[in-house]
Nanobody, 120 residues
Framework: QVQLVESGGGLVQPGGSLRLSCAAS????????MNWYRQAPGKEREFVVG????????NYANSVKGRFTISRDNAKNTVYLQMNSLKPEDTAVYLC?????????????WGQGTQVTVSS
């Protein structure tokens, strides 16, 4: 059974930090690029950051560049999102996304999301 399970969300004050994790199971994690998306109430889902299957290349949305850092540990089947200098506009549900880079498994998977609220 394929699972992407996000954790680490919560309530944080502006300027604070959070570290999100996304634990994958049921598919070959190292064959997949991994992305974080977010969706705020009443808004469309937006791309936040992605990392290639081997971790060599990352791509950040301009809105988070310099504040967020994505990393992955293929031995632990986990991708991380370190979020610093958080702003109220970062408030959203953060979703983990896997996109197949090679192999013959399914094209993409999504997690259920973890809520991040930035408020004083």
């Amino acid at each position: 059974q394929v699972q992407l399970v996000e954790s680490g969300g919560g309530l944080v004050q502006p300027g604070g930090s959070l570290r999100l994790s996304c634990a994958a199971s049921g598919f070959t994690f190292s064959n997949y690029h991994m992305n974080w998306y977010r969706q705020a109430p009443g808004k469309e889902r937006e791309f936040v950051v992605g990392i290639t299957s081997a971790g060599g290349i990352t791509n950040y949305a301009n809105s988070v560049k310099g504040r967020f850092t994505i990393s992955r540990d293929n031995a632990k089947n986990t991708v991380y999102l370190q979020m610093n200098s958080l702003k109220p506009e970062d408030t959203a549900v953060y979703l983990c996304n896997a996109v197949r880079a090679r192999g013959i498994e399914s094209n993409a998977y999504w997690g259920q999301g973890t809520q991040v609220t930035v408020s004083s």
